[in-house]
């Protein structure tokens, strides 16, 4: 009867063990975690071309692969639009810029897929699924060209659509602080997925951008971009 009492507790505490492991797995990172778990994902993006230069942030998706805004890879001349010549991108912990290629690009989507030779840094994962305002989400990207920073905001509204240069796309509205750079960043929820990529803000009657919130991607738009 002992020996049964035993092992009936021996197994409530591996279950006890397992599931306390199932909801940690389950539970909302802080802003601290988030940073860690993402900072070898997020890059810091260089465009240049001749005295033409531009900077923002790209993120791995896969051992090779980045995604991050076509206008960050692209300029404009005489109201065409060109690609950059040159494109880099720059870990958080190394000094060297090191060369990426463009695979592929949506100029109507603002996407571009970009592709390092080696398997450096670490791909994010993602999860498409709906959005919801009020919900908690992170911002992490090349602020002001100073390195990758994180911030923090609510989701406004999960789906709005909004036109840009007579273009028309589906957003997510955060409300969150934003600079220039962060275009190509990454939108994360509290679990650590990517929900979204950073990519427009909206300027006021006489051209200056307005603060406060920032549009992003979302995660379905990038996948069917992949895909395509």
Not at 77 to 84: E, K, L, V
Not at 111 to 116: F, I, Q, T, V, Y
């Amino acid at each position: 009867m002992r020996k049964t009492t035993l092992t009936i507790a021996i197994f409530s505490l591996i279950f006890s063990l397992i599931t306390l492991g199932i909801t940690l797995l389950k539970s909302p990172k802080t802003a601290v975690k988030i940073f860690e778990s993402s900072i070898s994902s997020v890059v810091e993006l260089k465009a240049m071309t001749d005295e033409i230069e531009s900077f923002g942030t790209a993120v791995i998706i896969s051992d090779t692969e980045l995604i991050t805004n076509f206008h960050v890879i692209s300029y404009t001349n005489q109201g065409t639009s060109h690609i950059h010549s040159q494109l880099e991108i720059r870990f958080a912990d190394q000094s060297d810029y090191i060369t990426v290629s463009l695979v592929k690009y949506d100029e109507i989507l603002d996407l571009a897929l970009l592709s390092m030779e080696d398997k450096k840094g670490k791909s994010i994962s993602f999860k498409n699924c709906d959005i919801v305002e009020g919900q908690t989400v992170y911002l992490m990207g090349n602020a002001n060209n100073l390195g990758i920073s994180i911030t923090s905001g609510i989701v406004s509204r999960g789906n709005i659509n909004i036109q840009n240069n007579t273009i028309e796309n589906t957003y997510i509205q955060v409300d969150a602080a934003s600079a220039n750079g962060v275009s190509g960043g990454a939108l994360i929820d509290t679990y650590g997925h990517l929900i979204g990529i950073l990519t427009l803000r909206i300027l006021d009657n006489e051209g200056t951008p307005i603060y406060g919130y920032i549009f992003a991607i979302p995660i379905r738009t990038i996948l069917e971009f992949l895909s395509a």
